[in-house]
Nanobody
Framework: QVQLVESGGGLVQAGGSLRLSCAAS????????MGWFRQAPGKERDFVAS????????YYSDSVKGRFTISRDNAENTVYLQMNSLRPEDTAVYYC????????????????WGQGTQVTVSS
């Protein structure tokens, strides 16, 4: 029902910034809660941030709160993750996800996933 494509990943030095984008297909983007998750090699897929359909409810993991900002532009069918003060431990593949239910912080709540974009933070 929705296709998601992440972009904006890359290699940055510690302390730097990146902005990830997730472009969604279709006219129903505003009906989905959106989330960002990340997975480092050998690690579980972890929650990063999520945002409700209207943008009125936002959640962050403790590890990124104060450094990352999630936002969405429903007119552009895009969700963003602004990442500042990046640390080597932020290195991971970052995935955006869409869910038809209420916004949550758990991956099982999201039905649709993008292919991911690599973020590498050097020390």
């Amino acid at each position: 029902q929705v296709q998601l494509v992440e972009s904006g990943g890359g290699l940055v030095q510690a302390g730097g910034s990146l902005r990830l984008s997730c472009a969604a297909s279709g006219r129903t983007f505003s009906r989905y809660a959106m989330g960002w998750f990340r997975q480092a090699p050998g690690k579980e897929r972890d929650f990063v941030a999520s945002i409700s359909r209207s943008g009125g409810i936002i959640y962050y993991s403790d590890s990124v709160k104060g450094r990352f900002t999630i936002s969405r532009d429903n007119a552009e069918n895009t969700v963003y993750l602004q990442m500042n003060s990046l640390r080597p431990e932020d290195t991971a593949v970052y995935y955006c996800a869409a869910g038809t239910g209420v916004v949550t912080i758990v991956s099982v709540s999201y039905e649709y996933w993008g292919q991911g974009t690599q973020v590498t933070v050097s020390s």
